[in-house]
């Protein structure tokens, strides 16, 4: 790609650069002699017009890990993946074209049609061109800026295109459920004075902003995120997110922590154990990469949303009044589907009428000339020839009906197909509802369970501690009591002996302290035991969970393999009747080059018929045939091959694709041709022609066409073989010049072999 093109390239960004910017590591890396620069963490090259390109590493990393988690099911790509993240995996097996266009159908199925996708091993040029056609087609129907990029980037593997063609694809896959359709609880999300139409139309990135805030002030966290990057590269609010929308794994108080390297360890660790870490790593994270910042944040909003069904009224109504909104868009989809069914059956209506209008005025004006005709007969042939006309026209009448009971059957079926494809598309989205519907309350109640199961342990537990607390306080206020009535008893007792009592009444308290403290010390070994038997009780429900998880996830495994192997089934058949096809057009070509080839050898034998001379002998010699040898530079020659090899940069006389070129050659009357090469400017043939008798002033024309099926064939320029050249044969190149009569604007060489031989 040309670098004034990259002004207004939609791909420039942190991962993606190709011009100067302000920032150095924003865009166009500094040129030194005309060597790129290497910058921490990307990859520099150098462009085919001589600017530098340059592309994250990291970026390339996380692309490729999430393509071969993506596209691991695919049989047509087991023998390319999984992709080695570390190295240029990705640009190389996207440049042989089918990478891409799985990728975009698996974003959204259906966009590509899978039998025009060429999926054998090893294709050739035209059909990776096929390919890569398919997948730019494909990618600017699923909403990606394709502007300035052509099959011949992607082949070529130019990295900067390839990413951002995939950063696109990607992001628009990750950003298609975030919106009020698919998750109606997002109204919660809305602000005070905020109309529902305008939230209903606010973009996907600013939804996923929202929502991060939103869980950020239920927790009570002061910060705030605007953006993707400088706003989440401590990690803090990273963590403060898992802990809302999982609090069961992550733990409240997990952003105190005051390092932030060792915060975006724990962010990637939590990840890993709810199952979302995809394209961040710590070090991407510390750095504020936005686009996998992005793409992360909105993989955790699509399998953990964390968002309760609003139980106020003002949310209620706000749900109510989306709701509604989304029934009219419904509504007004199917009303313009069904008007576009009944503008097309008019349509076709219509035309039937006007063909049957044809057929009238035609059927009158065979009439009219009949009875013109039948006038000039006479009175027995005109009886004749009206019970023909009445037979025929009979047989007419018969055919007219039953080719109008034909098309009424047609019509019939055609509007049959219409209304059960109706039927089915209005029951596709009724269970595709259904199903959002089933899978939002099963979230709710499952919150709601483990919300319940929470409040319930905390309960219990603070019940047991409060009895426990009791428990011990009345045992120590018994034991008060009895030492006291101990004590007073014995004063009662024994008066007389005062100093004596004194001491045992200082034992006594000494004996009443180590009962205290062995009552203490029993108090903290009973709590601590019940601690652990509540961490026991606490980690079994934990497993319990867990192994629930686990099994509803191999079921799901389970049904997704299923639905690949039938798909799997579908494709091989479809490559079977494709395979057979191919066999008989394989067949037919070869059919139609035998005859060209006998047609070709029956004018080759017809051209190489031996020369005979008459020559004057004394008597009684005859007539006699002499062969003639050719020497170097001596004329006629007998026998002169022209080997038309090959073209390099012919002109391009077509608007939308290459030229089609090939070579006329002429002489004396004699005018044979090559074959046509599609679509190249660089053509190969490799065809041998032969002339005989070539006299010192011969001259071969060569002339370079272009063939245009619909108009005149286009002037590619000519070439001239004189004297010069049949005295110096051999193999070089000859320049496409203009005609003698007028200025072609041409350009290009073809290389040439001439070899002049005797008979």
């Known amino acids: 790609m040309s670098g ?138 699923l909403g990606c800026s394709v502007i300035n990029i052509g099959g011949t980037d992607l082949i070529n593997g130019t990295p900067h295109l390839i990413l951002g063609l995939v950063w696109q694809s990607v992001k628009i896959g990750l950003l298609s459920q975030i919106n009020v359709d698919q998750h109606p609880e997002l109204v919660v999300m809305m602000d005070q004075n905020e109309d529902v139409k305008t ?54 108080d997990s952003c105190r922590e005051p390092n932030p390297s060792r915060r975006a360890d724990m962010v990637c660790s939590y990840a890993d154990r709810l199952d979302c870490r995809k394209f961040v790593s710590p070090g991407d994270i510390l750095a504020g990469n936005d686009k996998l910042n992005l793409a992360f944040t909105a993989y955790l909003f699509n399998k953990y949303p964390g968002l309760d069904m609003p139980d106020d009224n003002v949310s209620s109504a706000r749900l109510q009044e989306a709701e509604s909104l989304l029934q009219e868009k419904f509504k007004r989809e199917d009303e313009e589907r069904r008007l576009r069914w009944e503008q097309e059956e008019a349509d076709r209506q219509r035309r039937w009428q006007q063909e049957e209008a044809e057929r009238r005025r035609a059927l009158e004006d065979e009439e009219a000339a009949r009875r013109r005709a039948l006038e000039q007969l006479s009175e027995q042939e005109r009886l004749q020839r009206e019970a023909l006309d009445r037979e025929a026209a009979e047989k007419r009448r018969q055919l007219e009906l039953m080719e109008q009971q034909r098309r009424q059957m047609e019509e019939e079926h055609r509007r049959q197909d219409m209304l059960r494809e109706q039927q089915r598309l209005e029951e596709e989205e009724r269970r595709r509802r259904f199903e959002a519907e089933q899978k939002r309350r099963e979230a709710m109640m499952q919150e709601e369970a483990a919300r319940r199961r929470e409040e319930d342990l ?76 509540q961490a026991e009780l606490q980690r079994r429900q934990t497993e319990q969970t867990m192994q629930t998880i686990q099994q509803q996830q191999w079921q799901e495994q389970q049904r997704q393999q299923q639905l690949a192997e039938q798909q799997r089934q579908a494709q091989l058949l479809e490559q079977q009747r494709q395979a057979q096809l191919a066999e008989q057009q394989r067949q037919q070509q070869l059919l139609i080059q035998q005859q060209q080839w006998q047609q070709q050898q029956q004018q080759l034998a017809y051209q190489t018929q031996v020369t005979q001379t008459q020559m004057y002998v004394p008597p009684p010699a005859t007539t006699i045939t002499t062969t003639t040898t050719y020497v170097r530079g001596r004329y006629p020659i007998p026998r002169v091959i022209v080997s038309v090899i090959r073209g390099r940069r012919m002109s391009k006389k077509d608007t939308l694709s290459r030229s089609d070129p090939y070579v006329v050659l002429m002489h004396n009357g004699l005018r044979l041709k090559t074959s046509t090469i599609k679509n190249t400017q ?51 190149w000859y320049q496409l010049n203009s005609r003698t009569y007028r200025n072609d604007n041409v350009h290009g060489d073809i290389l040439l072999k001439i070899t002049c031989l005797g008979m």
């Open 199 to 252: 939230f209903m139309n606010v973009t996907p990135e600013q939804n996923l902003i929202r929502w991060f805030n939103y869980h950020l002030r239920r927790a009570g966290h002061p910060r705030q995120v605007n953006n993707f990057s400088s706003d989440i590269a401590d990690g803090e609010n990273y963590l403060v997110l898992l802990s809302q929308i999982a609090p069961g794994v992550v733990p409240r």
């Open 458 to 533: 905390r309960r219990q537990e603070e019940e047991r501690r409060r009895r426990w607390e009791e428990e011990q306080r009345r045992q120590e206020e018994e034991a008060m009591r009895r030492e006291e009535e101990r004590q007073r008893v014995a004063w009662e007792q024994d008066q007389a002996r005062l100093a004596l009592q004194s001491q045992q009444a200082a034992l006594e308290e000494q004996k009443r302290k180590l009962a205290a403290d062995q009552l203490e010390v029993q108090r903290q070994q009973a709590w601590a035991q019940y601690n652990n038997q």
């Open 682 to 732: 660089d053509p190969v043939w490799n065809q041998d022609f032969e002339f005989r008798t070539i006299m010192e002033g011969d001259e071969i024309v060569l002339n370079a066409m272009d063939y245009d099926r619909f108009s005149k064939d286009d002037f590619l320029g000519e070439i001239r073989l004189n004297k010069q050249d049949f005295d110096n044969p051999g193999e070089r």
């Open 4 to 141: 004034g093109w990259a002004a207004t390239n939609p791909f420039a960004g942190p991962g993606v650069a190709s011009q100067p910017a302000p920032n150095p590591g924003y865009g166009n890396i500094p040129l030194n002699q005309g060597a790129p620069q290497q910058m921490p963490g990307r990859q520099a090259y150098g462009g085919s017009s001589g600017s530098t390109h340059s592309y994250s590493l990291e970026e390339r990393r996380a692309f490729s890990e999430y393509l071969n988690q993506l596209l691991a099911d695919d049989p047509d790509l087991k023998s390319v993946l999984p992709l080695n993240p570390n190295s240029d995996d990705l640009f190389r097996v996207a440049s042989q074209g089918l990478l891409l266009c799985k990728l975009i159908n698996k974003i959204k199925p259906g966009t590509i049609n899978e039998r025009r996708i060429v999926t054998k091993p090893n294709p050739n040029t035209f059909e990776v061109m096929i390919n890569h056609d398919l997948a730019i087609q494909g990618a600017k129907e």
